[in-house]
Structures are given as C-alpha cells and as structure tokens.
C-alpha cells in the first residue's frame, strides 16, 4: 500500500511548480525526483559547457542536486528570481569551483565560455544568460533600498554611472560610492546563501 501512496503523491505533484516540489521533497524525499527528472539534461550541459566534456559532468551534476536537496529548507521564493535560477546558480558555483581545482592541477581543459565569466573573481558583468540574471536578480532584491536601485539601473539596466547619477539626482561620487559598497553586500549575501 506505501507504494501506491508514493505513486499517488508523485503523480499529484508533477504538474506542479519546482518551488511547490522542492517544499514537498523535505517530507517526502521521493518527490525530489520529478526535479531530477526536469533539469537533469540541462544541467548535464550547461556543467559540460563550463567544464568541458569531461567524466565528470555527471558527479557535477549529482553534487548540484545533493547541495539542492540539502539546502532545500534555505529556499526563499523571490521576485525576479525561480527555482530554476537558484538552482542553475548552485549548478555554475558547483562547475566553477570544479574548474578551479582542475585549473590548480594544471590539467589540459576547454577554453571556459564568455557567459559564465562573470561567476568568476574578478569577470565582466554581462548577464546575457537568463539564469544568470535571475539570480543576480533576486541578490540584488536582497539589498537595501539605496544599493538595490543603483544595482539595478547599473547592472542589471546597464545604464552608465553618470546616468545614474542624473536619474538618482545625486552626484557621480555617491553612485560610485554606493555601486562599491552595493558589490561588497552582494558577495556577502552570495556567501552566505549557499
């Protein structure tokens, strides 16, 4: 009978959203599948295009969905920002930190591709890739008010400083001043959340 039970509830949820399934799977880990299910492929090539096809793509990939499942509590819908940008974030920290090592070892690797530079110290802020904005997004809601609308109208509007300078009314001194200090929060709530 517990199988059917099982059956039932997996059928009940599989039309429904990742953050309806991810809340679920706490109680009833069977339920984690269907996300499995979902982004297993995708997340397979997006780690290959970070890593480069190697081996190891797939003991990327099952670390991404363990760190998922165990951080599952953490997850805090937030506008402008999904499950799937949560995930495909925790994806690209996981592949990164992959690289990092492979790259300290001096092994032979494919060239690392320009949209995800930006996850690395020091990258450009070209946030062409949605799932990418996505996090960036919801990061940015997490700010004060002051840093949050410089961030937004600079990064993620692209506006130049001046701009924002003209549009917040204020001088270019402050914009600068607050898109430092906005950067410096952000790694920290980047840093904490995973």
């Known amino acids: 009978m517990l ?6 509830k997996y059928e009940m949820f599989k039309d429904r959203r990742d953050e309806e399934i991810l809340a679920s799977s706490i109680a009833t880990p069977a339920l984690f599948e269907i996300l499995v299910n979902r982004y297993q492929n995708a997340f397979v ?4 295009s970070i890593i480069g096809p190697r081996e190891e793509v797939a003991d990327v990939v099952m670390e991404t969905f363990t760190k998922i ?13 999904s499950f799937s940008s949560w995930g495909y974030k925790i994806l690209i920290n996981t592949s990164l930190s992959y690289y990092q090592k492979i790259k300290r ?4 690797i494919a060239d690392i591709e320009p949209e995800h530079y ?16 996505d996090t960036i997004a ?13 961030l937004e109208l600079h990064i993620m509007q ?9 549009i917040e009314g204020i001088s270019i001194a402050a ?20």
Do not use: W
């Open 158 to 166: 692209d506006k130049p400083q001046e701009e924002v300078a003209r």
């Open 45 to 48: 090539r997006k780690a290959r």
């Open 69 to 81: 499942y165990t951080n599952a509590g953490r997850f805090r819908e937030v506008q402008g920002a």
């Open 175 to 194: 914009v600068k001043t607050r898109v430092h200090r906005a950067r410096k929060e952000l790694k920290k709530i980047q840093e904490s959340s995973l």
């Open 105 to 108: 070892r001096n092994e032979a």
């Open 3 to 8: 199988l059917n039970d099982q059956t039932d």
């Open 138 to 150: 919801a990061l940015i809601s997490r700010l004060p008010k002051p840093f949050e609308r410089i």
């Open 118 to 133: 930006e996850s690395l110290a020091d990258g450009r802020n070209d946030f062409k890739d949605n799932e990418i904005r």
